[in-house]
């Protein structure tokens, strides 16, 4: 099995975990209805995406 020569600092070991945090959803306002949807997708409330009608949402 493979050993550390020597011991990792915290500030050297923390650096590398950096990248593994959890961020935030991002949540845009649909143009639309004003509704809270995920950019890039096809909101639930109207099924409008970029000003058109998609599929049909549950105020049609």
Known sequence: ?????YKLSKSR???????????AIQISVCPQC?????PHHVCH?????KGRIVIEGKEA
Not at 34 to 38: G, R, S, T, V, Y
């Open 45 to 49: 409330n109207c099924g409008s995406y």
């Open 13 to 23: 070991r923390d650096k590398r975990r950096t990248h593994q945090k959890i961020e």
């Open 1 to 5: 099995m493979a050993l550390p020569k």
């Open 34 to 38: 004003n509704e809270p949807k995920l």
